[in-house]
C-alpha cells in the first residue's frame, strides 16, 4: 500500500524559514513524488512547486523566489520555504505518482502538515 507522508509544517513567524519533507514508500512499481500543493481555507487546492520529466521545476508566480523545490531521489521531496508571508498559511499536500505497466499513472496523496504564518 502507498504511503505519502509529509513532514516540517509548523508555526512561523513571517520572514522566517521552514522546510518540508515528503517521503513515499509502500509500491512494488516505480514511484516519484513529484510536486508540493497547498490549500486555505475555504480555497482550492493549488500547486505550489513541482519538478517535471527533465528535471525542470516549476513554482507558482507567488511563491517565485522563496521557495525552492529539491528531490533527494524518487522518494524523498522536500520544499525549502524563506521569507514566508501569511498568505502562505495552508495545509500543504505532496503528491507522488505510480507508473504501473500497461495500467497508466496514479495519483497518490499524503495527509498534509499545517503552515500557520504570523504576521
Known amino acids: 500500500q502507498v504511503q505519502v507522508v509529509e513532514s516540517g509544517g509548523g508555526l512561523v513567524q513571517a520572514g522566517g524559514s521552514l522546510r518540508l519533507s515528503c517521503s513515499a514508500s509502500g509500491s512494488i512499481f516505480s514511484i516519484n513524488v513529484v510536486g508540493w500543493y497547498r490549500q486555505a481555507p475555504g480555497k482550492q487546492r493549488e500547486l505550489v512547486a513541482r519538478?517535471?520529466?527533465?528535471?525542470?521545476t516549476e513554482y507558482a508566480d507567488s511563491v517565485k523566489g522563496r521557495f525552492t523545490i529539491s528531490r533527494d531521489n524518487a522518494k524523498m521531496l522536500y520544499l525549502q520555504m524563506n521569507s514566508v508571508i501569511p498568505e502562505d498559511t495552508a495545509v500543504y499536500y505532496c503528491?507522488?505518482?505510480?507508473?504501473?505497466?500497461?495500467?497508466?499513472?496514479?495519483?497518490?496523496w499524503g495527509q498534509g502538515t499545517q503552515v500557520t504564518v504570523s504576521s
Open positions: 503528491n507522488a505518482v505510480v507508473k504501473i505497466p500497461l495500467r497508466g499513472e496514479y495519483d497518490y
Open positions: 519538478i517535471i520529466s527533465g528535471g525542470i
